[in-house]
C-alpha cells in the first residue's frame, strides 16, 4: 500500500522503491519546488531544497505506509527541509526607504512602452511587503498564494489548526491592503 500513495490512480500498479520515488518526483515536484521557492527566494536553493526533500522521503519511505494524503505529507516536508535551509541564511528586511524608493520608481516607469514592466514592479513591490509580514502571516500567505495549499492542508503542513491558518490569512491580506492603501495615498496614484 505504501507504494501506491504516491502512484496515481491510472498507474496503480506494484512498483519498487525506486520506481515510487521516481512517480512522486515527476507528480509532486513543481508542488515541492514551489514550496521551496516561497520560503527560500532563490532559485538554486529551492533547487537544492526539492532534491534534498526527495532524499529525505526515499530515506524514511517506511513512515510512507501511514500516510493518508502523500501531498501533504510531501509538502511538509518540504516546508521544514526549506524552512532549516533558511535559518541559515540572515533574514533581510526592507525598510521605509527601500519601500520609498520602490515607489519612486514605480511611479517614474509610467511612459507607454515601459507600462507593461509595471504589472512586474508591482509584483517585486507586493512580494517586498510580503517580506516584511511577521513570520506567521508571511508563511500562511505563501503558502495559500504561491504554493496554492488549501487552508487544511497549510494547517497540516504548519501543524496548526485551520482556523488558525484562516485567521492569519485573513489578517495578512488586511495588512497588505492598508499598507497598499497608505502608499498609494502618500504617494499619489500609482496610474
Not at 6 to 35: K, N, P, W
Not at 54 to 82: D, M, N, P, Q
Request: hydrophobic share 45%.
Amino acid at each position: 500500500m505504501a507504494e501506491r500513495a504516491f502512484v496515481s490512480e491510472g498507474a496503480m500498479v506494484a512498483a519498487t522503491d525506486e520506481d515510487v520515488l521516481e512517480c512522486a518526483v515527476r507528480e509532486h515536484a513543481g508542488l515541492v519546488y514551489r514550496i521551496a521557492y516561497s520560503v527560500l527566494r532563490n532559485h538554486r536553493d529551492a533547487e537544492d531544497a526539492t532534491q534534498e526533500t526527495f532524499i529525505r522521503v526515499l530515506r524514511y519511505k517506511k513512515r510512507l505506509e501511514g500516510v493518508g494524503e502523500a501531498k501533504s505529507w510531501l509538502a511538509k516536508i518540504a516546508w521544514r527541509t526549506a524552512v532549516e535551509r533558511s535559518r541559515k541564511r540572515p533574514e533581510v528586511s526592507l525598510s521605509e526607504a527601500e519601500m520609498t524608493n520602490a515607489i519612486t520608481k514605480l511611479r517614474s516607469q509610467l511612459a507607454s512602452v515601459e507600462e507593461t514592466a509595471l504589472g512586474s514592479e508591482l509584483a517585486g513591490l507586493l512580494g517586498s511587503l510580503i517580506a516584511v509580514l511577521r513570520k506567521p502571516l508571511r508563511d500562511v500567505l505563501r503558502l495559500s498564494l504561491v504554493d496554492e495549499l488549501s487552508p487544511g492542508e497549510i494547517a497540516e503542513v504548519l501543524g496548526t489548526s485551520e482556523a488558525s491558518v484562516r485567521s492569519r490569512l485573513f489578517r495578512a491580506r488586511q495588512i497588505l491592503k492598508e499598507k497598499l492603501m497608505a502608499l498609494e495615498g502618500s504617494y499619489g496614484n500609482l496610474r
